[in-house]
């Protein structure tokens, strides 16, 4: 009764895939809405509008006016696609429909402004008060979507603003840009954030580069889009604004302000008002010296930004680097890649892995540059004691020892000098930073306990600017990587010197800059390695360890790795628990398999597998040798016996469960 006499199709969508139904519930309950009510009434079922099924929304995905009118589109067709998914390219069983992502119902008299920050600089906080002030106290109606990276502090923030004199429905991002801010322009070689600015927008950046300077800092795929679509091409040094009025790196105050002053959604004097009102509403409790620092910000903003003169062409300039080293492999390069960029919506169906595997160690090709300084080691000062390394959160600063003849291949800038202490009598001794991967915390040059007696201010490691040392330290970098591990067997574990010389199998991670988390789950790596088992409940510790698009925990050369999994539940020691009482039980499974089939695989070699000695380094790698042989053995035998030891043998090299929570 409620559908009008003139409808021939009904799309029904749901929101769920239902693989062993013949359709999502929704579609089935309309179906058999339907038809029940054709059975009472049999002029309806000759006339009965044919019910189709699709799916939107999957995995979080957009659903924006552009695929509503696909939908009504392929209803207008003669033979209509039935469940069909939209918003998801599908290019194995075809069930998608194509739509034009251009396609946009947005009023002109709607601000729509899209704000990339960084996560802890304020962006998404300030942004919110935006909402708050504009949503609050005028008349015009406001909506904000924040989209988020799993990752923690530093990780990319995306804030999705609308503001307009009518009700918003638009309950999807926002597509096309009369606003765009970019507040740290490291993504301008990461992210294609001008693809959904309007014709005729405004860009505003957040840049070291003058006025004057700034358009020869650019890729060519920032000034293109800006050429093109006729941009109006602002620029600020918030940096500088927000060190100058004693803020740090918070410059979520002063990027408002600039909106604001750019936007035109409120006159600039009334908003400068009411921000500082927004200002003394959030930061008295903190104190005057906040809320006046914050005002300063305000006041020094409007004279620090500039309008640069854009170009009528684009000119000759550098090229956006590939997001990811072309040393990745090509998985990585090209889906991960994507994910990085943030182009993952658009990634085909037959792009994902079939059993829904993702490889680990691949947060090393990210190097998300994020440190605004970087420590650099000065030789002479340093005690060689290796806390620095030890309290790093992303393993970015690393020692080794190894033999002097292979410093003759370094870089020229590459430093080394004499290793202390017997056991590495005659061997070279480095300390490296990761510079594109390092956060800045800071926390190596606060452990460091050697003073420059000449300059008591400075250590063995100083903070220096990102900029004047990356090129060089990337290069350094590389070839420390290349250099071996020292053997593991020779080394004192017990002690932070000894423990820093081993490989981190947990690596430049998502976690904040600074966290107090991560050297420790390092450090368990380190002693542990691929011996590892981890059992983590949900927290932090579970979103930066078991992330997409990259993951932190690492491969040594032999290419095994700790072995990671995540328990949903706060249940993590009972999730480890099993975990040690599985092993337990695979262990000795696996012995009596090998009291059995000893005289097959040799007397000796069995016997000594059982009564290995693994309470030391050395003991578990000649472990590992004989299990290896024993391995070998086993699969020149025929029988289930054989066959069932051969999948348990590593159990018989010593496991170590760890378990993590928050």
Known sequence: GALPPTTQGVAVLDRTKEPGAVGEPLYQDVVTAMTEFADLDANYFRSCPRVFGGRYGLSSKEFTPGMVKSVFDSLDQTRPKNHFTVGIVDDVTHTSLSYDATFNTESDEVVRAVFFGLGSDGTVGANKNTVKIIGEETDLFAQGYFVYDSKKAGSQTVSHLRFGPRPIRSTYLVQRANFIACHQEAFLDRVDMLEQADEGATFLLNTWATPDRVWATLPREVREPIVQKRLKFYVIDAGKVARQVGMGNRINTIMQTCFFALSGVLPREEAIEKIKASIRKTYESKGTSVVEKNFAAVDQTIANLFEVQVPSTVGNGRVRPPVLSEEAPAFVRDVTGAMIAGRGDGLPVSAMPVDGTFPTDTARWEKRNLAWEIPIWDPEVCIQCNKCALVCPHAAIRAKVFEKPLANSAPSGFQWIAARGAEYHGLAYSLQVAPEDCTGCGLCVEICPAKNKREVRLKAINMRPHAGHVAAERENYRFFLDIPEFDRSRLKLNTVKGSQFLLPLFEYSGAC???????????????????????????????????????????????????WCNSLFEDNAEFGLGFRLSLDKQREFASELLCRLASSVDVELAKDILTADQSTEAGIEEQRKRVAMLRERLAKLDGPEAFNLLMVADTLIKRSVWIWGG
């Open 513 to 563: 800059a600074g966290c107090g988390e991560t050297p420790y789950i390092k450090l368990v790596t380190q002693l542990f390695g691929d011996r590892a088992i981890i059992a983590n409940a949900t927290g932090c510790s579970s979103i930066y360890g078991g992330n997409l698009p990259t993951t932190p925990y690492a491969k040594n050369k032999e290419g095994r790795g700790p072995t």
